[in-house]
């Protein structure tokens, strides 16, 4: 039997087909309403075999792990038999070939073509995107995320039901026979406007479930029905008829009594919190969406030495491809001619932007703020940079929170608990001999206030504004187990090469001997180091270029193994390297000074004498010692972990002010695991901060891994949180940015149940007219996400504006 192939798709996940080699899919959901439609389609994922699966109610998204045996037509199949709809990520065509490619001077750079490059050209949609959802469960949905049915369906509800609320709230208006008017005016209302919610409940009792939609429909249908019968069977229809609202349930005959004020007002009011809440989870996606669309559109690939404007979606690994000042960098790759200064700020959150030249890497959807550069694609499509970070971002949103997971247990039964204690209310209040009428208001209040969208909203919502800030500001949050971490850990392990320090050689100082000029004497040595490889000699040379300009040719260059370099320069012989012969005076003070100190001195001699000591480290980066105070502020305490020689390693301590007793120092990369889980066996809850390269297993060991990204494809694999640009003052944003989003996860959590447990009572006791129940329902979900929105204003510590 044939099988279909399984390909990968711009963001690497898997296309749909017939049963293969397993793999994990994200699927988009239609149809779902509230928290306790994730949980059933959650459930019924979950109940086949091989498949493990992740829905998110905020991101209308699932995230499925299945093995093989299993197909993707077989997931969407399990979602559509639940009632709702599923679509999988579509596949990425093979770039095809421009017949007769068009040279550039003809073309125009602003011409439309498919995504952007290196984010998924057709991402998943995100919260109010309008995505592709048809079927009967998907209705609710589709109105909900598109914006126009929605609102013409609230307008509808606002326009129409506004006078039936103030008729019965208002005895002053109710004129003659102005209860048929309501009716008039409501029975759109219920009909048209509250649509969705009638279908929604329908398809889920065919499929044996019941949803908030449920809960809305019963609610609203009980209180027209009623007051269909008041009208045409019992007293209600009479002229003259009075009514006063009342806030609590009403005792008085039910044969007189209409709910129709209820019925339209809850629509209303549901449909009102719903348009808020789809607007409000728009703008929590935000940053997401920016990011996926943040790619160049077209660029200029030289073809034959002519410049042709293809879409990126054309480039291949390997093409040169041409970028003007303005534009941005179509995909990853490394520049082979020309030099300009790039803005990486929507990448990294840095705003200086970085020289480069030919060689130096570049990267996807940064910005060319100076001259013309080539650059040779080396990654494209779905191995980019951006796409990565995109994938990981949208990974994270998906992610729940283990308080979450509890509050998805709660909502899978919330909904036939309530209807169960709706109908005690109504069996106790007739019991106790309280009538028909107020049962009936108390059932129908205890429908209208049971909401369990706010649990659902409660840790997507906050993880999607958490998560999105991040990546504006480099930050890569991998999840909310994450945010559960970063509350707990007390002590962080700073590796130093490269993390503290720039780990590159810099020249640091240079100490002259009496009747020599520091200009002459880097002069000669930068140009007998400019002939060597060492990366001391290459941060001599590179030193003395900046300071003395054009540096000449050394002649007669011999290396001195063990020693340094030899060479004439300008007519002089001159030997760079080890202090021999042994300097004298202020110059020997100075080599001292430097190895007391971990640097490494270098003399400078010529004509039998040593005429300067120059001294070279690995320097510090100017941030680190902001960076640690930072992380002091924070409550942890910072302990520096290197391989490097113990001088060295205190030196730097003593310079961004980390405590000598907390130096770790002369440790092979597979021992700082060792010193990790030494520090776990004390009692400590450890972070570790390194370059996601050598520190790669000990960032696993650690509690919470902080990887500082600086490009490399080890860096975003190996942390829980990844660190884009090379500052470790952002270590501190991170941690500080994660523990405000598990504290928001946890006031959202706090208010949805606080919310649930004290309404529910105080509608079975009669407290309660429906009305104000539906109202302050819609007012829990738009309260969890609008506190939710609060972590866009986060700013680094330090700044006045994010960058």
């Not at 044939?2 to 296309?15: F, K, L, S, V």
């Not at 919502?461 to 999105?468: D, H, N, R």
Request: charged fraction near 20%.
């Amino acid at each position: 039997m044939a099988t279909t192939t399984t390909g990968r798709t711009p963001a690497g996940r898997r296309e749909t087909g017939r049963a293969g080699d397993g793999g994990r899919v994200e699927l988009t959901i239609g149809g779902m309403t509230c928290a306790s439609c994730a949980a059933r389609i959650e459930k019924k994922l979950n109940r086949m075999d091989g498949v493990t699966a992740t829905v998110n109610y905020a991101t209308e998204r699932a995230g499925v792990t299945y093995t093989d045996g299993v197909a993707v037509d077989d997931l969407i199949a399990t979602v559509e038999a639940a009632g709702y709809t599923a679509r999988a990520p579509e596949p990425e065509t093979d770039p095809e070939p421009d017949p007769e490619p068009e040279p550039q001077s003809g073309a125009d750079p602003r011409q439309a073509t498919p995504g952007p490059s290196g984010a998924p050209s057709t991402p998943a949609p995100g919260p109010g995107s309008p995505g592709d959802r048809t079927g009967a469960a998907g209705t609710a949905a589709a109105d909900r995320s598109a914006p126009d049915p929605l609102r013409q369906r609230l307008i509808t509800a606002v326009v129409l039901g506004l006078p039936v609320v103030l008729l019965a709230m208002v005895p002053a208006l109710q004129f003659r026979d102005w209860q048929w008017l309501s009716l008039t005016l409501a029975a759109p209302v219920v009909a048209y406007a509250g649509w969705p919610f009638h279908r929604a409940a329908w398809t889920n009792l065919r499929h044996g479930a019941a949803t908030m939609d449920t809960l809305v429909s019963v609610g609203t249908l009980a209180a027209f029905g009623w007051s269909l019968w008041a009208l045409f069977l019992g007293d209600a229809g009479a002229p003259g008829l009075k009514d006063a609202f009342d806030l609590s349930v009403s005792r008085g005959a039910g044969s007189r009594t209409i709910y129709l004020e209820a019925a339209a007002g809850v629509t209303a009011f549901v449909l009102a919190g719903r348009y808020a809440e789809a607007r409000s989870k728009r703008r929590a996606g935000a940053a997401l969406t920016a990011l996926l669309h943040l790619g160049a559109k077209d660029v200029a690939v030289l073809r034959d030495g002519v410049e042709t404007r293809v879409p990126v979606g054309r480039l291949a690994v390997g093409d040169h491809f041409v970028v003007r000042p303005g534009e941005k960098v179509a995909t990853d790759g490394v520049v082979r001619h020309g030099g300009t200064a790039i803005d990486a700020s929507m990448i990294t959150g840095e705003s200086v932007p970085v020289d480069v030249g030919p060689g130096d890497q570049v990267t996807g959807a940064t910005v060319n703020g100076g001259g013309r550069i080539v650059v040779e694609a080396t990654r494209v499509g779905a191995d980019t940079r951006l796409a990565r970070i995109a994938r990981l971002v949208a990974d994270a949103q998906n992610g729940k929170a283990a308080a979450q997971r509890l509050a998805d247990r709660v909502s899978a039964v919330f909904v036939p608990v309530v209807i169960v204690l709706a109908l005690g209310t109504l069996a106790g209040w007739l019991l106790l001999g309280e009538g028909a009428t107020a049962a009936f208001t108390a059932a129908v209040a205890v429908l209208i206030i049971a909401c369990p969208c706010a649990l659902g909203l409660a840790t997507p919502t906050a993880l999607m504004v958490g998560t999105g800030c991040g990546a504006q500001l480099g930050i890569l949050i991998r999840g909310p187990e994450v945010l559960e971490t970063t509350r707990r850990v007390d002590t962080v392990v700073l590796d130093k090469t490269g993390t503290v320090t720039t780990g590159v050689m810099t020249l640091t100082a240079v100490e002259v001997a009496d009747g020599e000029s520091e200009e002459r004497v880097l002069r000669l040595a930068g140009a007998l180091e400019d002939a060597s490889e060492h990366p001391i000699a290459r941060a001599v040379a590179a030193a003395a270029a900046e300071r003395t300009g054009r540096l000449p040719v050394a002649r007669e260059f011999t290396a001195l193994p063990g020693q340094g370099v030899r060479g004439v320069v300008d007519g002089v012989l001159v030997t760079v390297g080890r202090p021999d012969p042994a300097p004298d005076g202020p110059l020997a003070d100075a080599v001292r000074r430097a190895g007391a100190e971990g640097r490494t001195a270098v003399t400078v001699a010529w004509d039998g004498a040593v005429r300067a000591v120059l001294v070279v480290a690995d320097a510090v980066k100017p941030t680190s010692a902001e960076a640690v105070r930072r992380l002091r502020a924070l409550g942890l305490r910072p302990v520096l972990l290197t391989g490097d020689h113990e001088a060295v390693a205190r030196a730097v301590a003593a310079e961004v002010g980390i405590d000598e007793r907390d130096v770790v120092a002369g440790v092979l990369p597979e021992q700082k695991v060792e010193v990790v889980k030494r520090l776990q066996g004390e009692g400590r809850s450890v972070a570790m901060v390194g370059d996601g390269v050598n520190d790669a297993a000990a960032l696993a060991q650690a509690d919470l891994g902080l990887a500082m990204g600086t490009g490399t494809d080890a860096a975003i694999e190996a942390g829980d949180l990844t660190l884009v640009r090379g500052d470790l003052r952002v270590a501190a944003d991170a941690i500080r940015l994660s523990r405000r989003t598990l504290r928001i996860i946890h006031s959202n959590l706090f208010w949805a149940f606080g919310y649930n447990v004290a309404a529910l009572p105080l509608a079975a006791a009669g407290l309660l007219n429906p009305m104000i129940a539906g109202a302050a329902m819609a007012f829990s979900s738009v309260f969890v996400v609008g506190n939710s929105l609060r972590l866009r204003r986060f700013e680094p510590a330090g700044e006045g504006t994010r960058t």
